[in-house]
């Protein structure tokens, strides 16, 4: 997806009249990143960090540095704002942007640009006279209309064609909340959102939907919030929305099994809506109750049945790895699978995030401490119980096992005799087709 956070807060120095450019570097090699910094010649450079990609975020800020040391660096997103201290004793950023960005960069770029003392700007860690001082809390935004829409002019919107989806064109990614009641064990997302759920209104998420149709002729989407759904009546009003402007949009979007209705999924395909995407993470009622995940085996049976009865492709993501799981655990995700029939499935082995209370099992367990993330390894898996490759094991028995329940008998038997290294390619290739 191209990156949104940059756009948003692209978008929001746009408003107030600074020049802001949003850069989408993430297939570049260095030359052209080191090439891209002299030509734009910035005053201010922010970096987005995810955890996955945290060492070219680092490696991206001392080029900038080495080109000019006086480009004040600033890193924002979670893996910043979750190892802000780490970061600023390790590498060569300014200022950490803790939590949601927009104001918190407003407010930045006004305090360089004014020669302001840094500590009058809320949500922020930075050095100070060799000690970090962190700023105070910054209040997340209530009204998220409020916000410009992303500056997706500045990305190449052709190049994010989703793999595995089934539409022939590229999709572009909207977001219409933000925010997280729910408390999952593997996942940080409500430690950096918030646990209060916020959502923009049906008529500013359709005005940003008829500018991207009007002005870049995108005509499909993919909602990639955590909860699409969470308001059913605003998913409702959305649809409406969407049919009133003849918009004529295809869209694809991902939630919870215990947030559906059979009306709101039928106004959802008369809106456009190709694919809704579940996350169910196992088919065990106790690793489901172990992971706080808060749902049922038999509200995710519901949900399938009510969705494919409406005429949407209902797809399903699982883990392997979780605490408790076990070969019976496993056997268990392959029931549901045999009685929800999902149209796509996703399986994925467990990682462990900074600030996930998987996080902090894991460290009690000295499976991991603070210091991994100085490394340039991605999130590793939880194997405190089993050794990784018993979790491949695992993962690769649930996508075979799902593959002989949709027929392809025939191409399993094919695939066993495959060089290991090119079953996950052959798995790819069968999703597509």
């Not at 945290?54 to 997103?77: D, E, H, Q, Y």
């Not at 064990?185 to 209104?201: D, H, N």
């Not at 409406?240 to 059979?262: G, H, M, P, Y």
Request: one cysteine or more.
């Amino acid at each position: 997806m191209h990156p949104l956070g940059l756009g948003y807060i692209a978008a929001v120095l746009h408003k107030n009249n600074y020049q802001a450019k949003a850069i989408d570097m993430f297939d570049w090699g260095w030359d052209k990143v080191e090439e891209s910094i002299r030509q734009e010649s910035p005053d201010i450079l922010g970096i987005s960090c995810l955890t996955n990609a945290r060492a070219n975020s680092f490696r991206t800020a001392g080029i900038a540095k080495k080109i000019n040391p006086k480009i004040k660096v600033i890193l924002g997103g979670p893996h910043a704002s979750f190892m802000y201290q780490q970061i600023l004793e390790h590498y060569p950023a300014d200022v950490i942007v803790i939590g949601e960005g927009e104001i918190t960069a407003l407010e930045l770029v006004r305090a360089f640009q004014e020669d302001k003392d840094l500590s009058s700007v809320a949500g922020i860690a930075f050095k100070n006279n060799g000690k970090i001082t962190v700023t105070k809390e910054r209040l997340f935004i209530d009204d998220l209309d409020s916000i410009p829409f992303p500056a997706h002019g500045q990305f190449d919107l052709k190049r994010y064609k989703k793999e595995g989806v089934d539409v022939d064109k590229f999709l572009v990614d909207i977001i219409t909340s933000r925010g997280c009641p729910f408390k999952c064990l593997f996942c940080s997302s409500c430690k950096f959102w918030g646990k209060v759920w916020r959502y923009r209104s049906a008529k500013n998420v359709a005005d940003e939907l008829e500018y991207l149709k009007k002005n870049f002729s995108v005509d499909a989407f993919n909602f990639s919030d955590d909860i699409f759904t969470m308001r059913q009546d605003n998913v409702i009003s959305l649809c409406k929305e969407i049919i009133d402007r003849r918009l004529n949009i295809t869209w694809f979007a991902q939630s919870r099994v215990n947030c559906v209705s059979r009306p709101m999924l039928e106004w959802m395909k008369k809106a456009g809506c190709k694919t809704i995407a579940y996350g169910i993470e196992s088919g065990s009622p106790g690793i489901l109750k172990t992971i706080d995940k808060d749902i049922t085996v038999e509200q995710a049976i519901e949900a399938f049945r009510i969705t494919k009865e409406v005429g949407l492709n209902a797809d399903a993501f699982f883990m392997v790895g979780n605490p408790g799981e076990t070969d019976e655990t496993i056997k268990e995700t392959c029931a549901l699978i045999d009685k929800i029939q999902p149209h796509h499935i996703v399986v994925s082995v467990t990682v462990i995030y900074p600030q996930s209370g998987l996080y902090e099992l894991a460290k009690q367990n000295n499976l991991i401490n603070d210091d991994y993330w100085l490394s340039g390894r991605p999130a590793p898996a939880y194997t405190v119980e089993w050794p990784e490759s018993k979790l491949s094991f695992w993962r690769m028995k649930i996508l075979f096992h799902f593959l002989k329940s949709k027929g392809f008998g025939y191409t399993v038997k094919k695939m066993l005799s495959t060089p290991r290294k090119n079953i996950v390619t052959s798995l790819a290739g069968l999703f597509k087709r």
